[in-house]
């Protein structure tokens, strides 16, 4: 492909960020490069892993979210400065690397209960941690 690095920069913005990264970032080095970019993963949108069903409903291609929290998030973790996830796939993203640089965490479509469960569970999860590493 001939197009500069910053038509396909700008190409590459206009798509969902989530398709770009599962399906474009193993192409070429060239493609990884910029799809990778710290400008461009700053903000991370998870919520659209979701598909919407014949049902009305919504559900998490499982495959999609499976291979971007296996094989993406732990490239990109440090890049990540904002991150939107939703109930059903939370846990996972979150599980999948450190996020060092965090400084925003949006919920979406979270049920009250749920989100307690969660939110307790990262409690004793961060301190489960803090404490194993201050004995280590």
Sequence with gaps: LDLPDEILFIIFHKLNMIDVLSSVVDVNRRFRRLVLDSLYIRDLNMTSVMTI???????????????????????????????????????????????????????????????????????FYFVFTIEKKQHT
């Design 53 to 123: 069903n014949r049902y009305k409903t919504s559900s998490i291609n499982t495959q999609v979210l499976s291979r971007i929290c296996s094989n993406i998030l732990p490239r990109i973790d440090s890049q990540v400065h904002k991150l939107t996830v939703e109930q059903h796939s939370m846990k996972q993203i979150l599980l999948a690397t450190n996020y060092p640089q965090i400084h925003s965490l949006s919920l979406v479509n979270f049920y009250e209960v749920a989100l307690y469960q969660y939110l307790t569970g990262i409690e």
